[in-house]
């Protein structure tokens, strides 16, 4: 069963400072995919990296997938609230189906 | 549709009693997920559509879980004899042949 575990669960910082959330799984991915969830609304993809090493970056926004396209990391730097959000990560290996992480909840303070 | 929608938003029910949700995906995109979320949780993978036919059924919970999608457009989501832990919000995404997933906003299920 492939499963993808985020970290932090609960991020609680001010605006103007950087973070870091991870997703990690002990299987490989063909393709991972970065959305954020704000409340009453589906989740809205932000990037899909589907190659090992690859960064790609969204204004504040830097992503990276792992080289053995196990693991990702979303980097936010001089974080706003508006950033405010449940950010999920979502792989596949290759089928139509994408498996959902468990979430990390981040709240910016102004 | 410009986007995908999902009614009703929310819909509160009697434990025992069965509920429809109604997905209405993108105009054109002939994949059709849907996926359930417990109280600000990751996603938890359903039914999957393409077309009106279900290649994998392999997340629906129980056999009180069934879903049909009807002219490759709209799905409907049914559950028979709510219990209290269906209670979720339930998500409905939709996509081209190998493109992203747009999700509706959902229906907030509460089984009381």
Redesign the interface.
């Known amino acids: 069963t492939q499963l993808l575990e985020q970290s932090p669960q609960f991020l609680s910082i001010q605006e103007g400072e950087n973070l870091t959330v991870y997703c990690n799984s002990s299987s490989v991915f063909s393709s991972l995919q970065w959305y954020r969830q704000e409340p009453g609304e589906g989740p809205v993809l932000l990037v899909t990296v589907v190659t090992g090493g690859e960064v790609k970056k969204l204004k504040r926004l830097t992503f990276q997938f792992g080289d053995a396209r196990k693991d990702s990391s979303l980097h936010i730097t001089a974080a706003q609230p508006g950033d405010t959000g449940l950010y999920l990560c979502a792989g596949t290996s290759g089928t139509y189906k994408y498996i959902f992480g468990t979430g990390t909840r981040l709240k910016v303070l102004a | 549709g410009a986007g995908?929608s999902q009614s009703p938003s929310n819909k509160v029910t009697e434990k025992g009693k069965d509920v429809e949700l109604r997905c209405d995906p993108i105009s054109g995109h002939t994949?059709l997920?849907w996926?359930r979320q417990s109280l600000?949780?990751?996603?938890?993978?359903l039914i999957?559509f393409?077309g009106n036919s279900a290649p994998?059924k392999s997340g629906l919970p129980s056999d009180r879980f069934s879903a049909e999608r009807t002219g490759g457009s709209v799905s409907t989501l049914t559950i028979q004899r709510t219990q209290q832990e269906d209670s979720a919000v339930y998500?409905c995404?939709s996509s081209s042949v190998r493109g992203?997933?747009?999700?509706?906003?959902?229906t907030r299920l509460t089984v009381v």
């Open positions: 995908v994949a997920y996926y600000g949780q990751g996603l938890e993978f999957y393409q994998d998500l995404a992203s997933y747009t999700f509706g906003s959902g």
